[in-house]
């Protein structure tokens, strides 16, 4: 009798054991979430037939067409993404800058001293610095400032942009960086460029583009082979993102800059697709009439006074005008060499700017087609996934709504 009645009280509390409330259960691991870029990726790059890894990712998970933030352009796009904050509002206005606070100093994607220099950065707090700040572990495989201390942190993985390094072993080396001793990350980045340099030397609609596309979807099916192997496939939450798209261009389609502004009375900070001028002391009015007036295929403005859906025109970064090409056109100097290829940079809304986004893994809402998106909201949709507070940006929860909310 006595034996029965331990069996009996035994078999109580192991009942109780096997009731305890969710609450008192070991919390899920966190999931990796992984940034991916595929710089130069417009969205209808993915209808050509040309990447299946995509296009499984994309009809398994959430995807859509993404607005990219003006100007269209890579490092202020990158940054955007990370910050949730305009261009005019991270500062990263451009992809070659002036800044009044830093005299002399041009700040171009060629120029290391300038890439890693934080004071062009610490406007805006990427992704990586407050997950650092949190005692997350964070690996930036490229990404633009990544290299740069941000507000005195830098990712605790990281390597200096290659160019020349391919993209199975970009994929390769951020696997070894999941076996490192230390430990895998919870947020990581990786980056590919080879879609936009064919898509700049040989245009949209070339055979160059759709080999750099298959080539990054192979690329992109390594990774995730290399997941599975490691156990991982079901713990990686996949954000594919570009940050612009491409337009075709010619030499037939150029304006070219007036007498004046071609002079020593005006200083071009940078042309293509929009062009930044600062006018030389004294030869303001002369620069002025010559831009803002009516012309054919551009249009130009004074700081501050650009179209409000443009969101731009107030940071001091801003050169005094800006004047903004027609889709498919470029704004050169007399003389400056028109070529054929392709070129982003252009309104944001325009359809050729249209930027590629998916995003895939646990907890992410499965076939589901978004019409139009922001990449302005793609930050807070990190914040989610990572489970962090982030610093408030210029976009909303809509895009997190959206992909993690069935």
């Not at 970064?317 to 004047?323: E, L, Q, Y």
Request: proline share 8%; aromatic share 6%.
């Amino acid at each position: 009798m006595f034996v029965r009645l331990l069996a009996v009280l035994a078999a109580l509390v192991l009942a109780g054991c096997s009731t305890l409330s969710p609450s008192s259960a070991a919390p899920p691991p966190r999931p990796l979430v992984l940034l991916i870029s595929i710089d130069g990726f417009r969205s209808d790059y993915l209808d050509r037939g040309l990447t299946p890894v995509l296009s499984r990712l994309a009809h398994e998970g959430t995807t859509g067409p993404m607005e990219p933030s003006f100007p269209s352009k890579t490092f202020p796009n990158h940054f955007t993404l990370v910050t949730g904050l305009r261009p005019d509002h991270h500062g990263i206005v451009n992809n070659t800058m002036e800044d009044p606070a830093i005299p002399g100093v041009t700040f171009r994607l060629s120029d290391k001293g300038a890439v890693t220099d934080r004071r062009w950065w610490d406007d805006g707090e990427p992704v990586w610095v407050t997950a650092e700040n949190a005692g997350l572990h964070t690996a930036t495989l490229f990404w633009p400032g990544s290299e740069a201390d941000i507000h005195g942190v830098r990712p605790e993985r990281s390597l200096p942009f290659d160019q020349s390094m391919t993209g199975d072993a970009r994929v390769d080396h951020f696997l070894a960086w999941l076996d490192a001793p230390e430990g895998r990350p919870d947020f990581g980045t990786l980056y590919f460029d080879i879609v936009d340099t064919a898509g700049h030397r040989h245009g949209p609609d070339s055979a160059e583009v759709n080999a750099a596309a298959a080539s990054v979807d192979a690329s992109i099916g390594r990774l995730l082979a290399g997941l599975r192997a490691r156990g991982l496939a079901d713990r990686v939450v996949l954000v594919v993102v570009a940050d612009h798209g491409m337009a075709e261009i010619s030499p037939d389609r150029v304006v070219r800059l007036g007498p004046v502004t071609a002079s020593d009375a005006a200083r071009v900070v940078y042309s293509g697709a929009i062009l930044g001028v600062e006018p030389q002391p004294g030869h303001e009015a002369e620069v002025r009439a010559e831009l803002l007036v009516p012309h054919d295929h551009m249009q130009c403005w004074e700081k501050g006074r650009l179209p409000p859906r443009l969101a731009f025109g107030t940071h001091r970064r801003v050169p005094a005008i800006v004047c903004l090409a027609e889709t498919g056109w470029e704004i050169l100097s007399p003389g400056q060499r028109a070529w054929s290829g392709g070129d982003h940079g252009y309104d944001n809304a325009a359809p050729e700017m249209r930027a590629l986004f998916i995003a895939h893994g646990p907890g992410v809402v499965a076939g589901r087609r978004i019409a139009t998106l922001r990449n302005v909201d793609v930050h807070a949709l990190l914040g989610r996934l990572l489970g962090l507070a982030l610093p408030a940006g210029d976009g909303d929860d809509r895009l997190a709504r959206a992909v993690l909310e069935s």
